[in-house]
């Protein structure tokens, strides 16, 4: 592009950013990184917030987080974006810390805020706090949640073991459960050995709207088989087939040079 005769601007560097943190590229980033400092665009807010994301995306949350304390100038996205690099890294404790001091600097939270403190919560196993922001956002925000909000709050009780209450939420919801929401009953069900009734009503459930779904109908198998009722389990296995369902492999992405480089130092 370059090349070209055409100059990079902000929307330029956010996509490269964009691209680097999906496939967690981090000396990638770094390098656009230094392109956006030499180009004295380090001030723009939206690269600010996607730099935010790459850093954390790529696993390197101190920088991510040096980066946010460092900025003269935040908003919601910033505060938002850093709050999911706590979650998926797993500091939902910093994820939940974070939100409290947003909410005192006197910004609001919207939906997708409470989303990503719920995730935290959740991936922390923090329920009472998790369930004190959802009644937060539901009495003092007057925020309606959708279906990912549900599922994950029903994800959230379900880790505790509080399927039973997990299941009367489901049933308490404004609107019919999707896939999604029977799912995560059903994992909880699974984690927690409670399959025999309320995890085969959960799958059915899921089934009944994404009839393709082979992690469901394997899970169903395994419950028929561990009841001994090998007619259902081998009758779940035939469906899953005719459905077309196939388990997909699952494929990792590592930067080699720099691993090979990490582990060479560690032999030394």
Known sequence: MESEGFSPNCFTFTSLIAACANVAALQCGQQVHGGIFRRALDGNLELA???IDMYAKCGN???????????SCTNLVSWTSMMIGYGTRGYGKEA??????MVRSGIRPDQVVFMVVLHACSHARLVDQGMRYFNCMLDDYHIKPNQEIYG??????GRAGRVEEAYHLIRSMPFMADEPVWGALLGACKAHNNL??????AAKKALALKPNMVETYVMLSNIYAAE???GEAERMRKLMKRAGSKKEAGRS???MHLMI???IEKSC
């Open 261 to 263: 480089s990490r582990v």
């Open 49 to 51: 917030n996607a730099l």
């Open 61 to 71: 949350i101190i920088d991510s987080q040096n980066f946010f304390c460092e900025m």
């Open 152 to 157: 994950c709050v029903v994800g959230l009780l």
């Open 96 to 101: 939940v810390e974070l939100f409290d001091e």
């Open 228 to 230: 001994g009722k090998w």
């Open 253 to 255: 992405w590592i930067e």
């Open 196 to 201: 025999s009734k309320l995890g085969k009503f």
